[in-house]
């Protein structure tokens, strides 16, 4: 079975500039994730989607950050435009049901210049 | 309100000797608890989790946690380390309903020949 995969694994750009992150979950979890993990740090919630449904974006700065999820599946986290301290890793995460498990990807490495 | 304290940012043992990696928790709620690794450059996987039965728990590679209410605490021990053991180590607890996880600021271990 294929795990949670991202790409890309690490992106360098420019602040200002726009980027774009994406998630394919374990088939069958309705339950997707986006955490922002800074160096020296857990991870921490940006968005939670059930099935194509955002259920919890309160942590998410929605005037650069958005996400979207299109017929429950794959998953977008985009930034515009990017700061300075958006550097971290962008870690996707899919469960099913109520199991408790967490499926991580390898992570998004974001390094703004 | 849930959260977790990891006591220690890192821990260093010699491999072959015990290992050992504290956590406490607060939670509203009987809480489920999880622990977590991340070897570098990797997502987090599960180890082992408690979600209120057996309050000793054995998870993968040897590793076990005991849940003990009194203390609030939930610490994760293995009795030899191994090289590959080196990573860095999440505590989490999560909500009642599996929604939310709170993930504590991780410990990373480093084992010494």
């Known amino acids: 079975e294929a795990g949670v995969v991202q790409s890309p694994r690490y992106k360098i750009i420019e602040k200002k500039q726009p980027v774009a992150f994406w998630c394919n979950p374990i088939s069958g979890h309705n339950t997707l994730y986006w955490y922002l993990q800074n160096l020296g740090q857990g991870p921490e919630l940006l968005i939670r989607y059930e099935n194509e449904e955002a259920v919890d974006d309160s942590q998410l700065p929605k005037d650069r950050f958005s996400a979207e999820r299109l017929k429950g599946v794959d998953s977008t986290l985009k930034i515009q435009p990017a700061e300075l301290g958006d550097s971290a890793v962008y870690l996707c995460?899919?469960?099913?049901?109520?199991?408790?498990?967490?499926?991580f990807g390898e992570g998004s490495r974001l390094t703004v210049l | 309100a849930q959260s977790v304290t990891q006591l220690d940012s890192h821990v260093s043992v010699s491999e072959g000797t015990p290992v050992l990696l504290r956590c406490n928790y607060s939670?509203?709620?009987?809480?489920?608890l999880f622990w977590y690794v991340q070897h570098p450059n990797k997502g987090l996987q599960l180890l082992l989790k408690y979600t209120s039965a057996a309050t000793l728990v054995k998870g993968i590679n040897g590793f076990e946690a005991e849940f003990k209410k009194s203390e609030t605490s939930f610490h994760l021990t293995k009795p030899s380390a191994h090289m590959s053991d080196a990573a860095e180590y999440f505590c989490v607890v999560t909500s009642w309903n599996f929604n939310k996880f709170y993930f504590g600021s991780g410990t990373k271990l480093n084992v010494k020949p």
């Open positions: 939670s509203s709620y009987s809480p489920s």
């Open positions: 995460a899919s469960s099913a049901g109520d199991s408790g498990e967490l499926f």
